[in-house]
């Protein structure tokens, strides 16, 4: 069906990737990773060089945080997949609320329905392409959502749900496509965590939270009861939360990590904090998504999904084709031409383009991608 289309070179972008995850890795990072070579590759995650790589990641990260007073920077293996099961098993008491709506946020609601030794959780849902937070719910001692659903392109808000800290909930917030590229304030949670595979730019496979001096104390008393004469919860020593902080403490991590991974993520960091940190990085995504969503707005065939212009996100941008177009013909071509990873998700089932606007994306080369759709949809 594609009769191959040539997009001229004088309209290519100067790097093609536009994953939501993977996402593009900054040539500085691959160099880091060739000058870690011999010093920090293949060498044990437990002696001075790669613990000083994790406690400059963790050092980095509280500063473009800006941690509160107490706050502090834990990691782990398994990625925002695996804190979803560690949530249940060592930060929900009893029963959680969860704003649902697209696969991610889904995802841990998913979780929490099939622990055994929880209650069932209470969803607060709303359709694709929108965001509901959880409400205030009695006996709920966690409330969760995703600040940023990358399924749908939809931003949430961040901040504590009322009457939330009267009843000692904590808040947990999956921060995996936003942590980097959307402003938070992490005061509002008691765990904000993320991948670095998305605006961190590293690889996939490792998790890290922000998290409170609450959701500390909550995890070492969840796993004491699960330690008592009857108690129905298990804590697998994978999900323990209290051992990843232990050696977070000691910036290790409880078994061995993807020490390349560490190197691209610490050498990210400090190119974010550099450059003028979470402002900075910020602006930069916003910048590259509003080049996108105003583009979509003026054309005759393509217009941003989200309708709501307050909730669309500033790091995963969705746009809808019309009809007559084919965003699966769209994105071959443009696959044919060395931009990669523009594809709707796969569930969604829509006619549209995903683009993750992450800060290693270089603006202009999301203002050459919108030349390239155009050039692609005037010659199907
Ligand atoms: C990518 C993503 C995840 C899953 O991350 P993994 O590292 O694959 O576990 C979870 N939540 C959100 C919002 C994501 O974008």
Redesign the pocket.
């Known amino acids: 069906m594609t009769t191959s289309i040539i997009i001229p070179k004088s309209l290519l972008p100067q790097d093609g990737r536009f994953g939501?995850?993977p996402s593009k890795i900054r040539q500085e990072q691959v160099e880091a990773l060739e000058r870690g070579g011999s010093t920090l590759l293949g060498t044990s995650h437990r002696q001075t060089p790669v613990k000083q790589l994790v406690a400059s990641i963790r050092e980095g990260l509280a500063s473009f945080f800006s941690l509160p007073d107490g706050y502090e920077i834990a990691l782990g293996n398994?990625?925002?997949?695996?804190?979803?099961d560690m949530a249940c098993a060592s930060l929900i008491n009893r029963r959680a609320a969860f704003g649902v709506y697209g696969s991610?946020?889904e995802?841990?609601a998913k979780s929490a329905q099939s622990a055994p030794f929880l209650e069932a959780p209470v969803l607060y849902r709303s359709e694709p392409g929108t965001f509901r937070l959880p409400q205030f719910t009695d006996n709920v001692d966690a409330y969760c959502w995703?600040?940023?659903?990358?399924?749908t392109g939809v931003a949430a808000p961040v901040r504590r749900v009322e009457g939330s800290l009267e009843q000692d909930a904590l808040v947990l917030v999956?921060?995996?496509?936003?942590a980097g590229a959307l402003p938070v304030d992490v005061s509002q949670t008691d765990a904000y965590y993320?991948?670095p595979?998305?605006a961190f730019g590293s690889d996939?496979?490792?998790?890290l939270a922000v998290l409170s001096p609450r959701a500390v104390e909550r995890a070492e008393r969840v796993e004491l009861s699960a330690t008592l004469e009857g108690a129905r919860r298990w804590v697998p020593p994978f999900l323990s939360l209290t051992s990843a902080i232990a050696n977070a403490r000691k910036d290790q991590t409880l078994n061995t990590p993807s020490v390349a991974t560490l190197i691209m993520l610490e050498n990210q960091v400090r190119w974010l904090n550099s450059n003028g940190g979470m402002a900075w990085a910020t602006a930069r995504c916003a910048k590259s998504a509003s080049t996108l969503y105003n583009w979509a707005e003026r054309s005759q065939y393509a217009h941003p999904f989200v309708t709501d212009p307050a909730a669309r996100s500033h790091s995963?941008v969705t746009i809808d084709l019309d009809d007559a177009i084919s965003a699966k013909q769209v994105v071959a071509i443009l696959r044919e031409n060395g931009i990669v990873d523009t594809a709707g998700y796969r569930k969604l089932g829509r006619n549209q383009l995903r683009i993750g606007v992450f800060p290693s994306v270089e603006p202009s080369d999301v203002a050459a991608l919108t030349a390239a759709v155009d050039y692609v949809v005037e010659h199907l």
């Open positions: 939501s995850g398994g990625g925002a997949s695996a804190f979803w991610f946020s995802k841990f995703a600040h940023n659903e990358t399924s999956d921060g995996t496509s936003a993320f991948s595979q998305k996939g496979g490792l998790w995963v």
